[in-house]
T-cell receptor, first 115, second 113 residues
Framework: EAGVVQSPRYKIIEKKQPVAFWCNPISGHNTLYWYLQNLGQGPELLIRYENEEAVDDSQLPKDRFSAERLKGVDSTLKIQPAELGDSAVYLC?????????????FGEGSRLTVL | AQSVTQLGSHVSVSEGALVLLRCNYSSSVPPYLFWYVQYPNQGLQLLLKYTTGATLVKGINGFEAEFKKSETSFHLTKPSAHMSDAAEYFCAVSEGTGNQFYFGTGTSLTVIP
């Protein structure tokens, strides 16, 4: 069974440019999370979905970040425009259980460097 | 609000020695507790979890953790460290269905040959 797939793995952009990250969760996993991981820190939730509904986006900086999960499967996280402080790893995770209960399966992450 | 505290951002042990990684949490309800491991340039993977039932839980690679409600702790242990255990370890807590997971800041484990 394929795991959570994220792309791109690495992205280098200049500040003020847009960037998008894509996540394909494990088949059948209805719950999907986007996390931000700064160097030396634990993951911090940006947004979580149950099916196609964003059930918690309170920590998503909506002035520059947006996310969507079409048809309750793949998801895209966008930043526009990117700032220097956005340099981090963006992790996608999925779960077969309702949010807050079961094991999270993580992708390898997308490492963003903003110059 | 929930929080997770991992004491010791860096822990070094000799190969074959006991591994003890500490995790304390705050939660207003019985928590769901998890330990994840992260190898360089990879995502996190589950080591073990506690939801209900037996307070001593066993995970992969010889790790185990004990939920102690009175101490609000969920420390991770392994009797004998291997070189392959060198990684970053994260403790996480949730208050259950419909709630998010909160992660600690992580503990980097170094295993000395």
């Amino acid at each position: 069974e394929a795991g959570v797939v994220q792309s791109p793995r690495y992205k280098i952009i200049e500040k003020k440019q847009p960037v998008a990250f894509w996540c394909n969760p494990i088949s059948g996993h209805n719950t999907l999370y986007w996390y931000l991981q700064n160097l030396g820190q634990g993951p911090e939730l940006l947004i979580r979905y149950e099916n196609e509904e964003a059930v918690d986006d309170s920590q998503l900086p909506k002035d520059r970040f947006s996310a969507e999960r079409l048809k309750g499967v793949d998801s895209t996280l966008k930043i526009q425009p990117a700032e220097l402080g956005d340099s981090a790893v963006y992790l996608c995770a999925s779960s077969s259980l309702p949010s807050g209960t079961g094991e999270l399966f993580f992708g390898e992450g997308s490492r963003l460097t903003v110059l | 609000a929930q929080s997770v505290t991992q004491l010791g951002s860096h822990v070094s042990v000799s190969e074959g020695a006991l591994v003890l990684l500490r995790c304390n949490y705050s939660s207003s309800v019985p928590p769901y507790l998890f330990w994840y491991v992260q190898y360089p340039n990879q995502g996190l993977q589950l080591l073990l979890k506690y939801t209900t039932g037996a307070t001593l839980v066993k995970g992969i690679n010889g790790f185990e953790a004990e939920f102690k409600k009175s101490e609000t702790s969920f420390h991770l242990t392994k009797p004998s460290a291997h070189m392959s255990d060198a990684a970053e370890y994260f403790c996480a807590v949730s208050e259950g269905t419909g709630n998010q997971f909160y992660f600690g800041t992580g503990t980097s484990l170094t295993v000395i040959p």
